[in-house]
């Protein structure tokens, strides 16, 4: 029983500093998203054993609408008033949107943002209580080894999910792109059977680029891989991972990496770092992958570089 007793004493320390911090996630979208879940495991793997971890979901992808996203924002400032968290992890745009700027610039608590596209400018981002991570696609990268596989290029599509996040990444791709020559066109669509016709119908521009599905809710998989197959003629590309099933080439952003590193600053501000000693950073890291059963039916071969360095789509998805 003594021997016990003692055990219990000397464990007693570790068990009450486990989770002497609590952490907060509030994600602008869903769980089950691909993103969000990849932002999820990078936060979870570093904060793991360190921190009382609470998520709550805005669910704005699934949710469109400003009323939804504006309710959310007003349940989750009521969640960090109950909750009480050293630090909130805000992942995505609309937490940004919704939740810090109106209710948290310069207050007590401290943010770390993740996942919001290109540019805080809209927010006023840095706060004094504000750092984070930018998303950036690799779209200058991508665009060059285009060029690199079909030679030139003068117009392209964009086809996307019809919401805010693909009206920002498609203004700063068009605007990149016309100073390199390139006309792209965006489209964005509500529905599967929108989304099918647009792809059609881009088949005439030089290359398609294919963005996020996430907002088109009936989107159905196993037609989307037949529909590219039956009518892949032009090359297409992604920056998403779970597009590369229905796309030719893609240099894709790493969600993981965001979590990880806005998990690394929320622990850096635990140890009594302010978030305003923190630079805002843009994410450095990508992956290539390779479609080789539409590269093969589109009769598109793609340089030896790549051949070489992109990983290839498992045919069976």
């Given amino acids: 029983m003594k021997i016990r007793i003692i055990l219990f004493l000397l464990l007693l320390p570790f068990t009450a500093n486990a989770f002497a911090y609590k952490c907060l996630l509030v994600s602008s979208y869903h ?3 691909e993103w969000s879940d990849g932002i999820e495991r990078g936060i979870d793997s570093t904060l793991n054993g360190k921190c009382e971890v609470k998520k709550f979901y805005m669910d704005t992808k699934r949710n469109k609408d400003r009323a939804s996203a504006e309710q959310k924002a007003i349940e989750a400032k009521a969640l960090i008033e109950s909750f009480q968290p050293d630090v909130v992890i805000a992942a995505d745009d609309n937490a940004s949107k919704y ?79 016309k100073k390199l020559g390139v006309e792209m066109s965006g489209v964005f669509v509500d529905t599967f059977d929108q989304w099918q016709q647009a792809y059609r119908r881009a088949q005439s521009a030089d290359f398609i680029y294919i963005s996020n599905n996430a907002g088109i809710n009936d989107w159905d998989k196993d037609r989307a891989l037949r529909y590219a197959r039956d009518h892949a003629k032009k090359l297409t590309v992604t920056t998403y991972e779970w597009m590369t099933p229905f796309t030719m080439f893609a240099m894709t952003k790493i969600a993981e990496e965001q979590g990880e590193w806005a998990a690394q600053v929320a622990l850096k501000i635990l140890s009594g770092e302010s978030p305003a000693s923190i630079p805002i950073v843009a994410n450095r890291r990508w992956r290539m992958y390779a479609n080789e059963i539409l590269l093969h039916k589109a009769k598109i071969t793609l340089p030896g570089h790549l051949q070489h360095k992109a990983i290839k789509v498992p045919a069976r998805q």
């Fill in 31 to 33: 769980a089950g998203y």
């Fill in 99 to 177: 939740l810090i700027k109106p209710y948290f610039k310069d207050t007590d608590v401290p943010f770390v943002f993740c996942g919001v596209n290109w540019t805080v400018k809209s927010y006023g981002f840095p706060y004094s209580n504000v750092t984070g991570m930018i998303e950036v696609s690799a779209i200058k990268p991508l665009l060059k080894e285009v060029t690199n596989t079909i030679g030139v290029v003068k117009r392209g599509v964009f086809l996307a999910a019809d919401v805010p996040t693909q009206h920002k990444e498609f203004a700063r791709t068009a605007e990149t792109y």
